[in-house]
């Protein structure tokens, strides 16, 4: 099994990220990133997303052009300050959009993105729905799934849930492993909080003071290794 992302002796010494770390994410892959604030966690996940070049080391992607439509989704916390549209019809359908798709086609992937984050009910008034609406727990669902109708290889995301309730922030996690399970798409998650890195599941990577310390822990079928 070919991997999809590989990093090979990445090193961000500016960025805190001292030691030089191997990593490998497979498909299907389930792997949660556990460190404290400026840990090198955030230069990490740009890294991983092809956007940051390491000081050193090198980062190589199956396919090797990682800015394929879609290919790879990033949810960050402050997703609703992220969004491009003014309608959630509009923001979820950006990605499949460019995707070559016909207007159906698009349709149907808004309309399963919206229905597997939970959000069925605003399925009929998308087109011309506000994203400003939303709740705060309605908008990280969103994001997702503006990611998850591009049908992504990869999902990246930067603390999710951490601005939830304990009972939403449960149904999210079981949404990333209803995906990565049933999806086939590889996950990681990064995180300042082992209890929510638990919670989500995956091999976990703990960095203190922007050192990769040790795996601690692994739970869950996802594949994916540190060195």
């Not at 990280?140 to 990246?156: E, T």
Request: glycine share 8%; charged share 15%; with cysteine.
């Amino acid at each position: 099994m070919l991997p999809l992302i590989t990093l090979q002796r990445v090193s961000l010494p500016q960025r805190r990220l001292r030691d030089p770390i191997d990593f490998v994410l497979y498909p299907r892959g389930y792997n949660a990133i556990v460190g404290a604030e400026a840990s090198g966690k955030s230069s990490l996940l740009r890294v991983m997303a092809g956007v940051l070049t390491p000081h050193s080391g090198s980062v190589s992607f199956n396919p090797p052009q990682p800015t394929t439509a879609g290919w790879l989704g990033v949810l960050f916390q402050d997703a609703g300050h992220r969004f491009l549209a003014a309608r959630l019809w509009e923001e979820v359908a950006l990605t499949p959009s460019s995707q070559g798709l016909t207007m159906a086609e698009v349709s149907c992937r808004v309309e399963e993105a919206l229905t597997l984050v939970g959000l069925s009910e605003l399925c009929a008034q998308a087109e011309h729905y506000p994203l400003q609406q939303l709740s705060m727990s309605q908008t990280q669902r969103v994001a997702l799934a503006a990611i998850l109708a591009a049908h992504p290889a990869v999902v990246l995301a930067d603390e999710p849930g951490c601005h939830l309730a304990p009972d939403a922030e449960e149904e999210l996690a079981q949404l990333f492993r209803h995906i990565n399970q049933q999806w086939h798409t590889a996950v990681v998650i990064f995180t300042n909080s082992l209890e929510r890195a638990k919670r989500f599941t995956g091999a976990i990577l703990r960095l203190e003071s922007g050192l990769a310390v040790a795996e601690i822990g692994r739970k869950g079928t996802g594949e994916g290794s540190w060195h």
